[in-house]
Every structure is written in structure tokens, then in C-alpha cells.
């Protein structure tokens, strides 16, 4: 079936480190992915998305490319701030079904 | 701009004690979900709708009922609440198409005792 594996956190860097989460899928056809972020207390909220092979999805400094020969969709910061402390999800869409599937989520915490 | 409005934020109720959750968007989407979120397990998906007037099991049916009351509404139901069903559960929603993200409540966070 289709699935999501998320690196296991918690995962803790200093400001201005390199991050990179990894994220591997499993799926029939061509998914849609998404990585998400969850703020404490809040709801989650989109970061990037990537609807087919070999795009590249970016936002706030975070970019992550869909790679069908490794089924991975890896999300990378080259410099990463105290707020971007939060727990991050991947995520892939598809439409048979039309449901969005999450891995279990990665918890970062970036001390200054 | 709400966006998509979940309450109660917070519910403790004694085992075997029902209650419904609702949920309401204002962006004329199409989709809606329920999800439950507990620690270590990420988002499971409970129910959702992809349409008003269908509903369809997730990957965690067991224990709750849904209804999509119209458009815009997306209720979650349990009947009879166990221990398990301590989560923190949102709501989500969307257009339906591949490219299109979810939007989330903020969530509730229910405990059973």
C-alpha cells in the first residue's frame, strides 16, 4: 500500500546548522508530496509541495526535490534558525482515493 | 479569514460519555478530514468526505461516526468514548485536486479518563 518513513527525531542543532530530514514513499502511479510543519499549539500548515518527478518544491529557505528513482523527498535548510523549531511532516496525495498520507513526523529544536 | 474553525480546543470526558466534534470551513472546498495525532504515530486519518454527501473510512475508523452536513460542515462523532481515543484530533480541508494542500484547524485536544 502507499505509505511515508520520516527520519525519527527528536533531531537538535545549533543556529546556522544544516539540516537535512529524510523521507522516503512508497506508492502506486504518480503521488503528489508535501512536506508540512507544526507549530506548538497549532494546526499544520504547508511548507513546499512537488506534484511530479524531478520538481523541486521551496519556501522560507527550505526546498525539497521529488526523486522517483529513489522514491525520497528529503527536506534541506542550509541555515537553520531557533523559529524554525517545529515538528515537520512529509506527506504524499493520491487521487485513487483521495487521501493524503503522513509519516510520523519529525520533531526539530534549533538552540542559539 | 478563518479558514477552518474546530471547537471545542479542549474536552475531558468520562469513558462511555459521547460527544460530537465540529468543523467548519469557509473556502469552498470540496474535501474534508478528520485526523487523530498522537505522539510517535504522526496524523492518522479517521474519516473524511470527498464530497458533500459521501463519507469514507480512514485507516482508524473504529470507535467514531462522521457526518458532512453540508458544504461547509464536518462533524466527528463518539459514541461511547474509551481511554483510547485521548488524542489531539483535527480537521482538515481542500479542493480535491492533487496539487491543492490541506488547510488544518487548530485542533482539540480530548482526554477520556
Known amino acids: 500500500g502507499n505509505s511515508v518513513t520520516q527520519m525519527e527525531g527528536p533531531v537538535t542543532l545549533s543556529e546556522e546548522a544544516f539540516l537535512t530530514i529524510n523521507c522516503t514513499y512508497t506508492?502506486?502511479?504518480?503521488?503528489?508530496l508535501f512536506w508540512y510543519v507544526q507549530y506548538p499549539g497549532e494546526g499544520l500548515q504547508l511548507l513546499l509541495k512537488?506534484?511530479?518527478?524531478?520538481d523541486k518544491g521551496s519556501n522560507k529557505g527550505f526546498e525539497a526535490t521529488y526523486r522517483k528513482e529513489t522514491t525520497s523527498f528529503h527536506l534541506e535548510k542550509g541555515s537553520v534558525q531557533v523559529s524554525d523549531s517545529a515538528v515537520y511532516f512529509c506527506?504524499?496525495?493520491?487521487?485513487?482515493?483521495?487521501?493524503?498520507?503522513f509519516g510520523q513526523g519529525t520533531e526539530l529544536s534549533v538552540k542559539p | 479569514n478563518a479558514g477552518v474553525t474546530q471547537t471545542p480546543k479542549f474536552q475531558v470526558l468520562k469513558t462511555g460519555q459521547s460527544m460530537t466534534l465540529q468543523c467548519a470551513q469557509d473556502?469552498?472546498?470540496?474535501?474534508m478530514y478528520w485526523y487523530r495525532q498522537d505522539p510517535g504515530m504522526g496524523l492518522r486519518l479517521i474519516y473524511y468526505?470527498?464530497?458533500?454527501?459521501?463519507?469514507d473510512k480512514g485507516e482508524v475508523p473504529n470507535g467514531y461516526n462522521v457526518s458532512r452536513l453540508n458544504k461547509r460542515e464536518f462533524s466527528l462523532r463518539l459514541e461511547s468514548a474509551a481511554p483510547s481515543q485521548t488524542s489531539v484530533y483535527f480537521c482538515?480541508?481542500?479542493?480535491?485536486?492533487?496539487?491543492?494542500?490541506?488547510?488544518f484547524g487548530n485542533g482539540t485536544r480530548l482526554t477520556v479518563t
Open positions: 468526505s470527498a464530497s458533500e454527501g459521501t463519507t
Open positions: 512537488a506534484t511530479k518527478a524531478d
Open positions: 506508492a502506486t502511479g504518480y503521488p503528489s
Open positions: 482538515a480541508s481542500t479542493n480535491s485536486d492533487k496539487s491543492s494542500p490541506l488547510h
Open positions: 506527506a504524499l496525495y493520491y487521487n485513487q482515493g483521495g487521501k493524503l498520507i
Open positions: 473556502m469552498n472546498h470540496n474535501s
